[in-house]
């Protein structure tokens, strides 16, 4: 398979100014898979200035071919997933089920903005004084950065992508250092469909740091779309401060899952499986903190053990695999490090707890007797361990729930009616009942707390990339 690896500005690939490379490690073995283009400052400028050249005319392009240029690269990317699946395998660890599941749903927020681009709303109506029309309109917000990690390479792009090229805004893709292939394979299908020179740029600037706070401050950049910690994420609002950008961010999460006493068990344990496991752990909706009421604990831990038992781990690209690698030997220690913590502080090792020998690797891993208020459940552990609190009663259990600077995601189990009944007590952005899976083109994604800004998806994440006009005109009768 060739790979692409250099930058996308202004329509052309073209290796860093500064002849500079670092190496794309495959988490499964550790071997180099390529050397990708390390940006310099000035790539980064010239990347601005094509998307800033480019920006006029692509706001002006009707919003049929901007969405038909969208369904085009849809079409692409739906006869050539297993290609972008690997992609994803191969830079990113994860294993051949989750990747596959990654591309048919990034691909989708092409399809879905495909058709939001001819939808953009307005408003024209009498004032209620009868003096004037108010018409209002909703225009491009301009250049646009968008800043992704590396858990999910291909979704995190593309919901970003589709609705800023949507709205007409042209873009500059900052993929994460760990995973650019699947960034640079997603442009290349943007450029082979016909989207016009300077609309889509790539960068990837090593220091990191500077050049990005060089481009939120360049006047023509008007938009800062980020997903990635919530550290970062502070100090990017601060940049963005100083140039007062906008900034639309889905930042770190800490989700609990909360085991009702009335819960369906067969429901419960298949759910968690799913909130805590797809993607190997490494998701800011996954499951870190499973609150289960003493009730059903023992049932729950017995038969979720078994569950996790059955999963097998190993190289994304063998098929039998359910979980893969995480993206580094370095994500690898921070996850052991936790539960190592977690057992010193009392926890119960009850499945896993142990790193391989070669590659990026973690045992499927679960722990009981955890106390709320530890360590690991104050932290997002972005691996595949359960963390189990047995809780009495629901009050207390949406408290603890409730205690973190985080709401993104949270999970409840039980009774429908219960259950939505403290799906509204939880603060959380998004809250799934009885289902282990929220997240869907269609609807808004986003938290609350320290978990972000804004909505991606849904009808509200175009609007992220337009701005309101209002235009007064004199009312005649």
Excluded at 141 to 153: A, D, E, K, Q, R
Excluded at 211 to 223: F, G, L, S, T
Excluded at 252 to 262: F, R
Aim: proline share 5%; net charge negative.
């Amino acid at each position: 398979m060739t790979l692409l690896a250099d930058l996308f500005i202004d329509g052309m690939w073209r290796p860093g100014g500064g002849g500079e490379r670092f190496d794309v490690i495959d988490p499964s073995d550790l071997s180099v898979i390529t050397r990708f283009a390390a940006a310099t400052e000035d790539d980064c400028m010239a990347a601005v200035d094509a998307a800033a050249e480019a920006q006029t005319s692509w706001a002006a392009t009707a919003p049929r071919e901007r969405g038909e240029l969208l369904r085009a690269a849809y079409d692409v990317l739906t006869e050539e997933v297993e290609r972008f699946a690997e992609i994803i395998v191969r830079e990113n660890g994860k294993s051949w089920s989750d990747a596959i599941g990654e591309a048919n749903y990034a691909k989708e927020f092409f399809r879905w903005f495909a058709e939001e681009a001819v939808r953009i709303p307005g408003e024209y109506r009498l004032s209620p004084a009868g003096d004037k029309r108010i018409v209002v309109d909703r225009q491009p917000i301009g250049v646009s950065l968008l800043i992704t990690p590396w858990n999910f390479p291909a979704a995190m792009a593309t919901r970003k992508l589709a609705p800023a090229l949507a709205a007409g805004c042209t873009t500059i893709l900052k993929p994460a250092r760990e995973t650019p292939l699947t960034a640079a394979y997603m442009v290349e299908v943007l450029r082979r469909v016909g989207l016009p020179s300077g609309v889509v740029n790539l960068v990837t600037p090593v220091p990191t740091a500077a050049p990005v706070a060089k481009m939120i401050n360049r006047p023509e950049v008007r938009k800062l779309s980020f997903t990635g910690s919530t550290e970062v994420g502070r100090d990017l609002l601060h940049v963005c401060a100083d140039s007062v950008v906008s900034a639309s961010m889905e930042l770190g999460g800490n989700a609990p899952l909360i085991v009702l006493p009335g819960a369906d068990m067969d429901v419960t344990v298949e759910g968690t499986l799913l909130a805590k496991m797809r993607n190997g752990g490494a998701a800011c909706t996954a499951a870190n903190r499973v609150y289960v009421h003493s009730s059903r604990h023992d049932e729950f831990v017995e038969r979720l053990t078994a569950e996790l038992a059955a999963l097998s781990v190993g190289p994304g690209l063998d098929r039998s695999r359910q979980v893969g690698a995480l993206v580094s030997i370095a994500e690898r220690d921070k996850v052991a490090a936790l539960v190592e913590t977690a057992v010193s502080e009392g926890a119960t090792l009850v499945h896993g707890g142990k790193s391989a020998e070669q590659g990026a690797f973690y045992d499927v891993t679960l722990l009981t007797d955890v106390r709320h208020g530890s360590g690991i459940t104050r932290t997002e552990i972005f691996g595949p361990v359960v963390t189990v609190v047995r809780y009495d009663d629901v009050d207390e259990a949406v408290r603890m729930a409730n205690d973190t600077v985080y709401g993104l995601m949270a999970y409840v189990f039980g009774e429908e009616r219960e259950a939505m009944a403290v799906a509204g007590r939880l603060d959380a952005g998004m809250v799934a009942v009885n289902r282990g899976v929220v997240s869907d083109p269609a609807a808004p994604f986003g938290g609350v707390k320290q978990s972000g800004l804004g909505r991606e998806g849904g009808s509200d994440g175009i609007l992220e990339f337009l701005e309101e006009k209002y235009i007064a005109l004199t009312a005649h009768a």
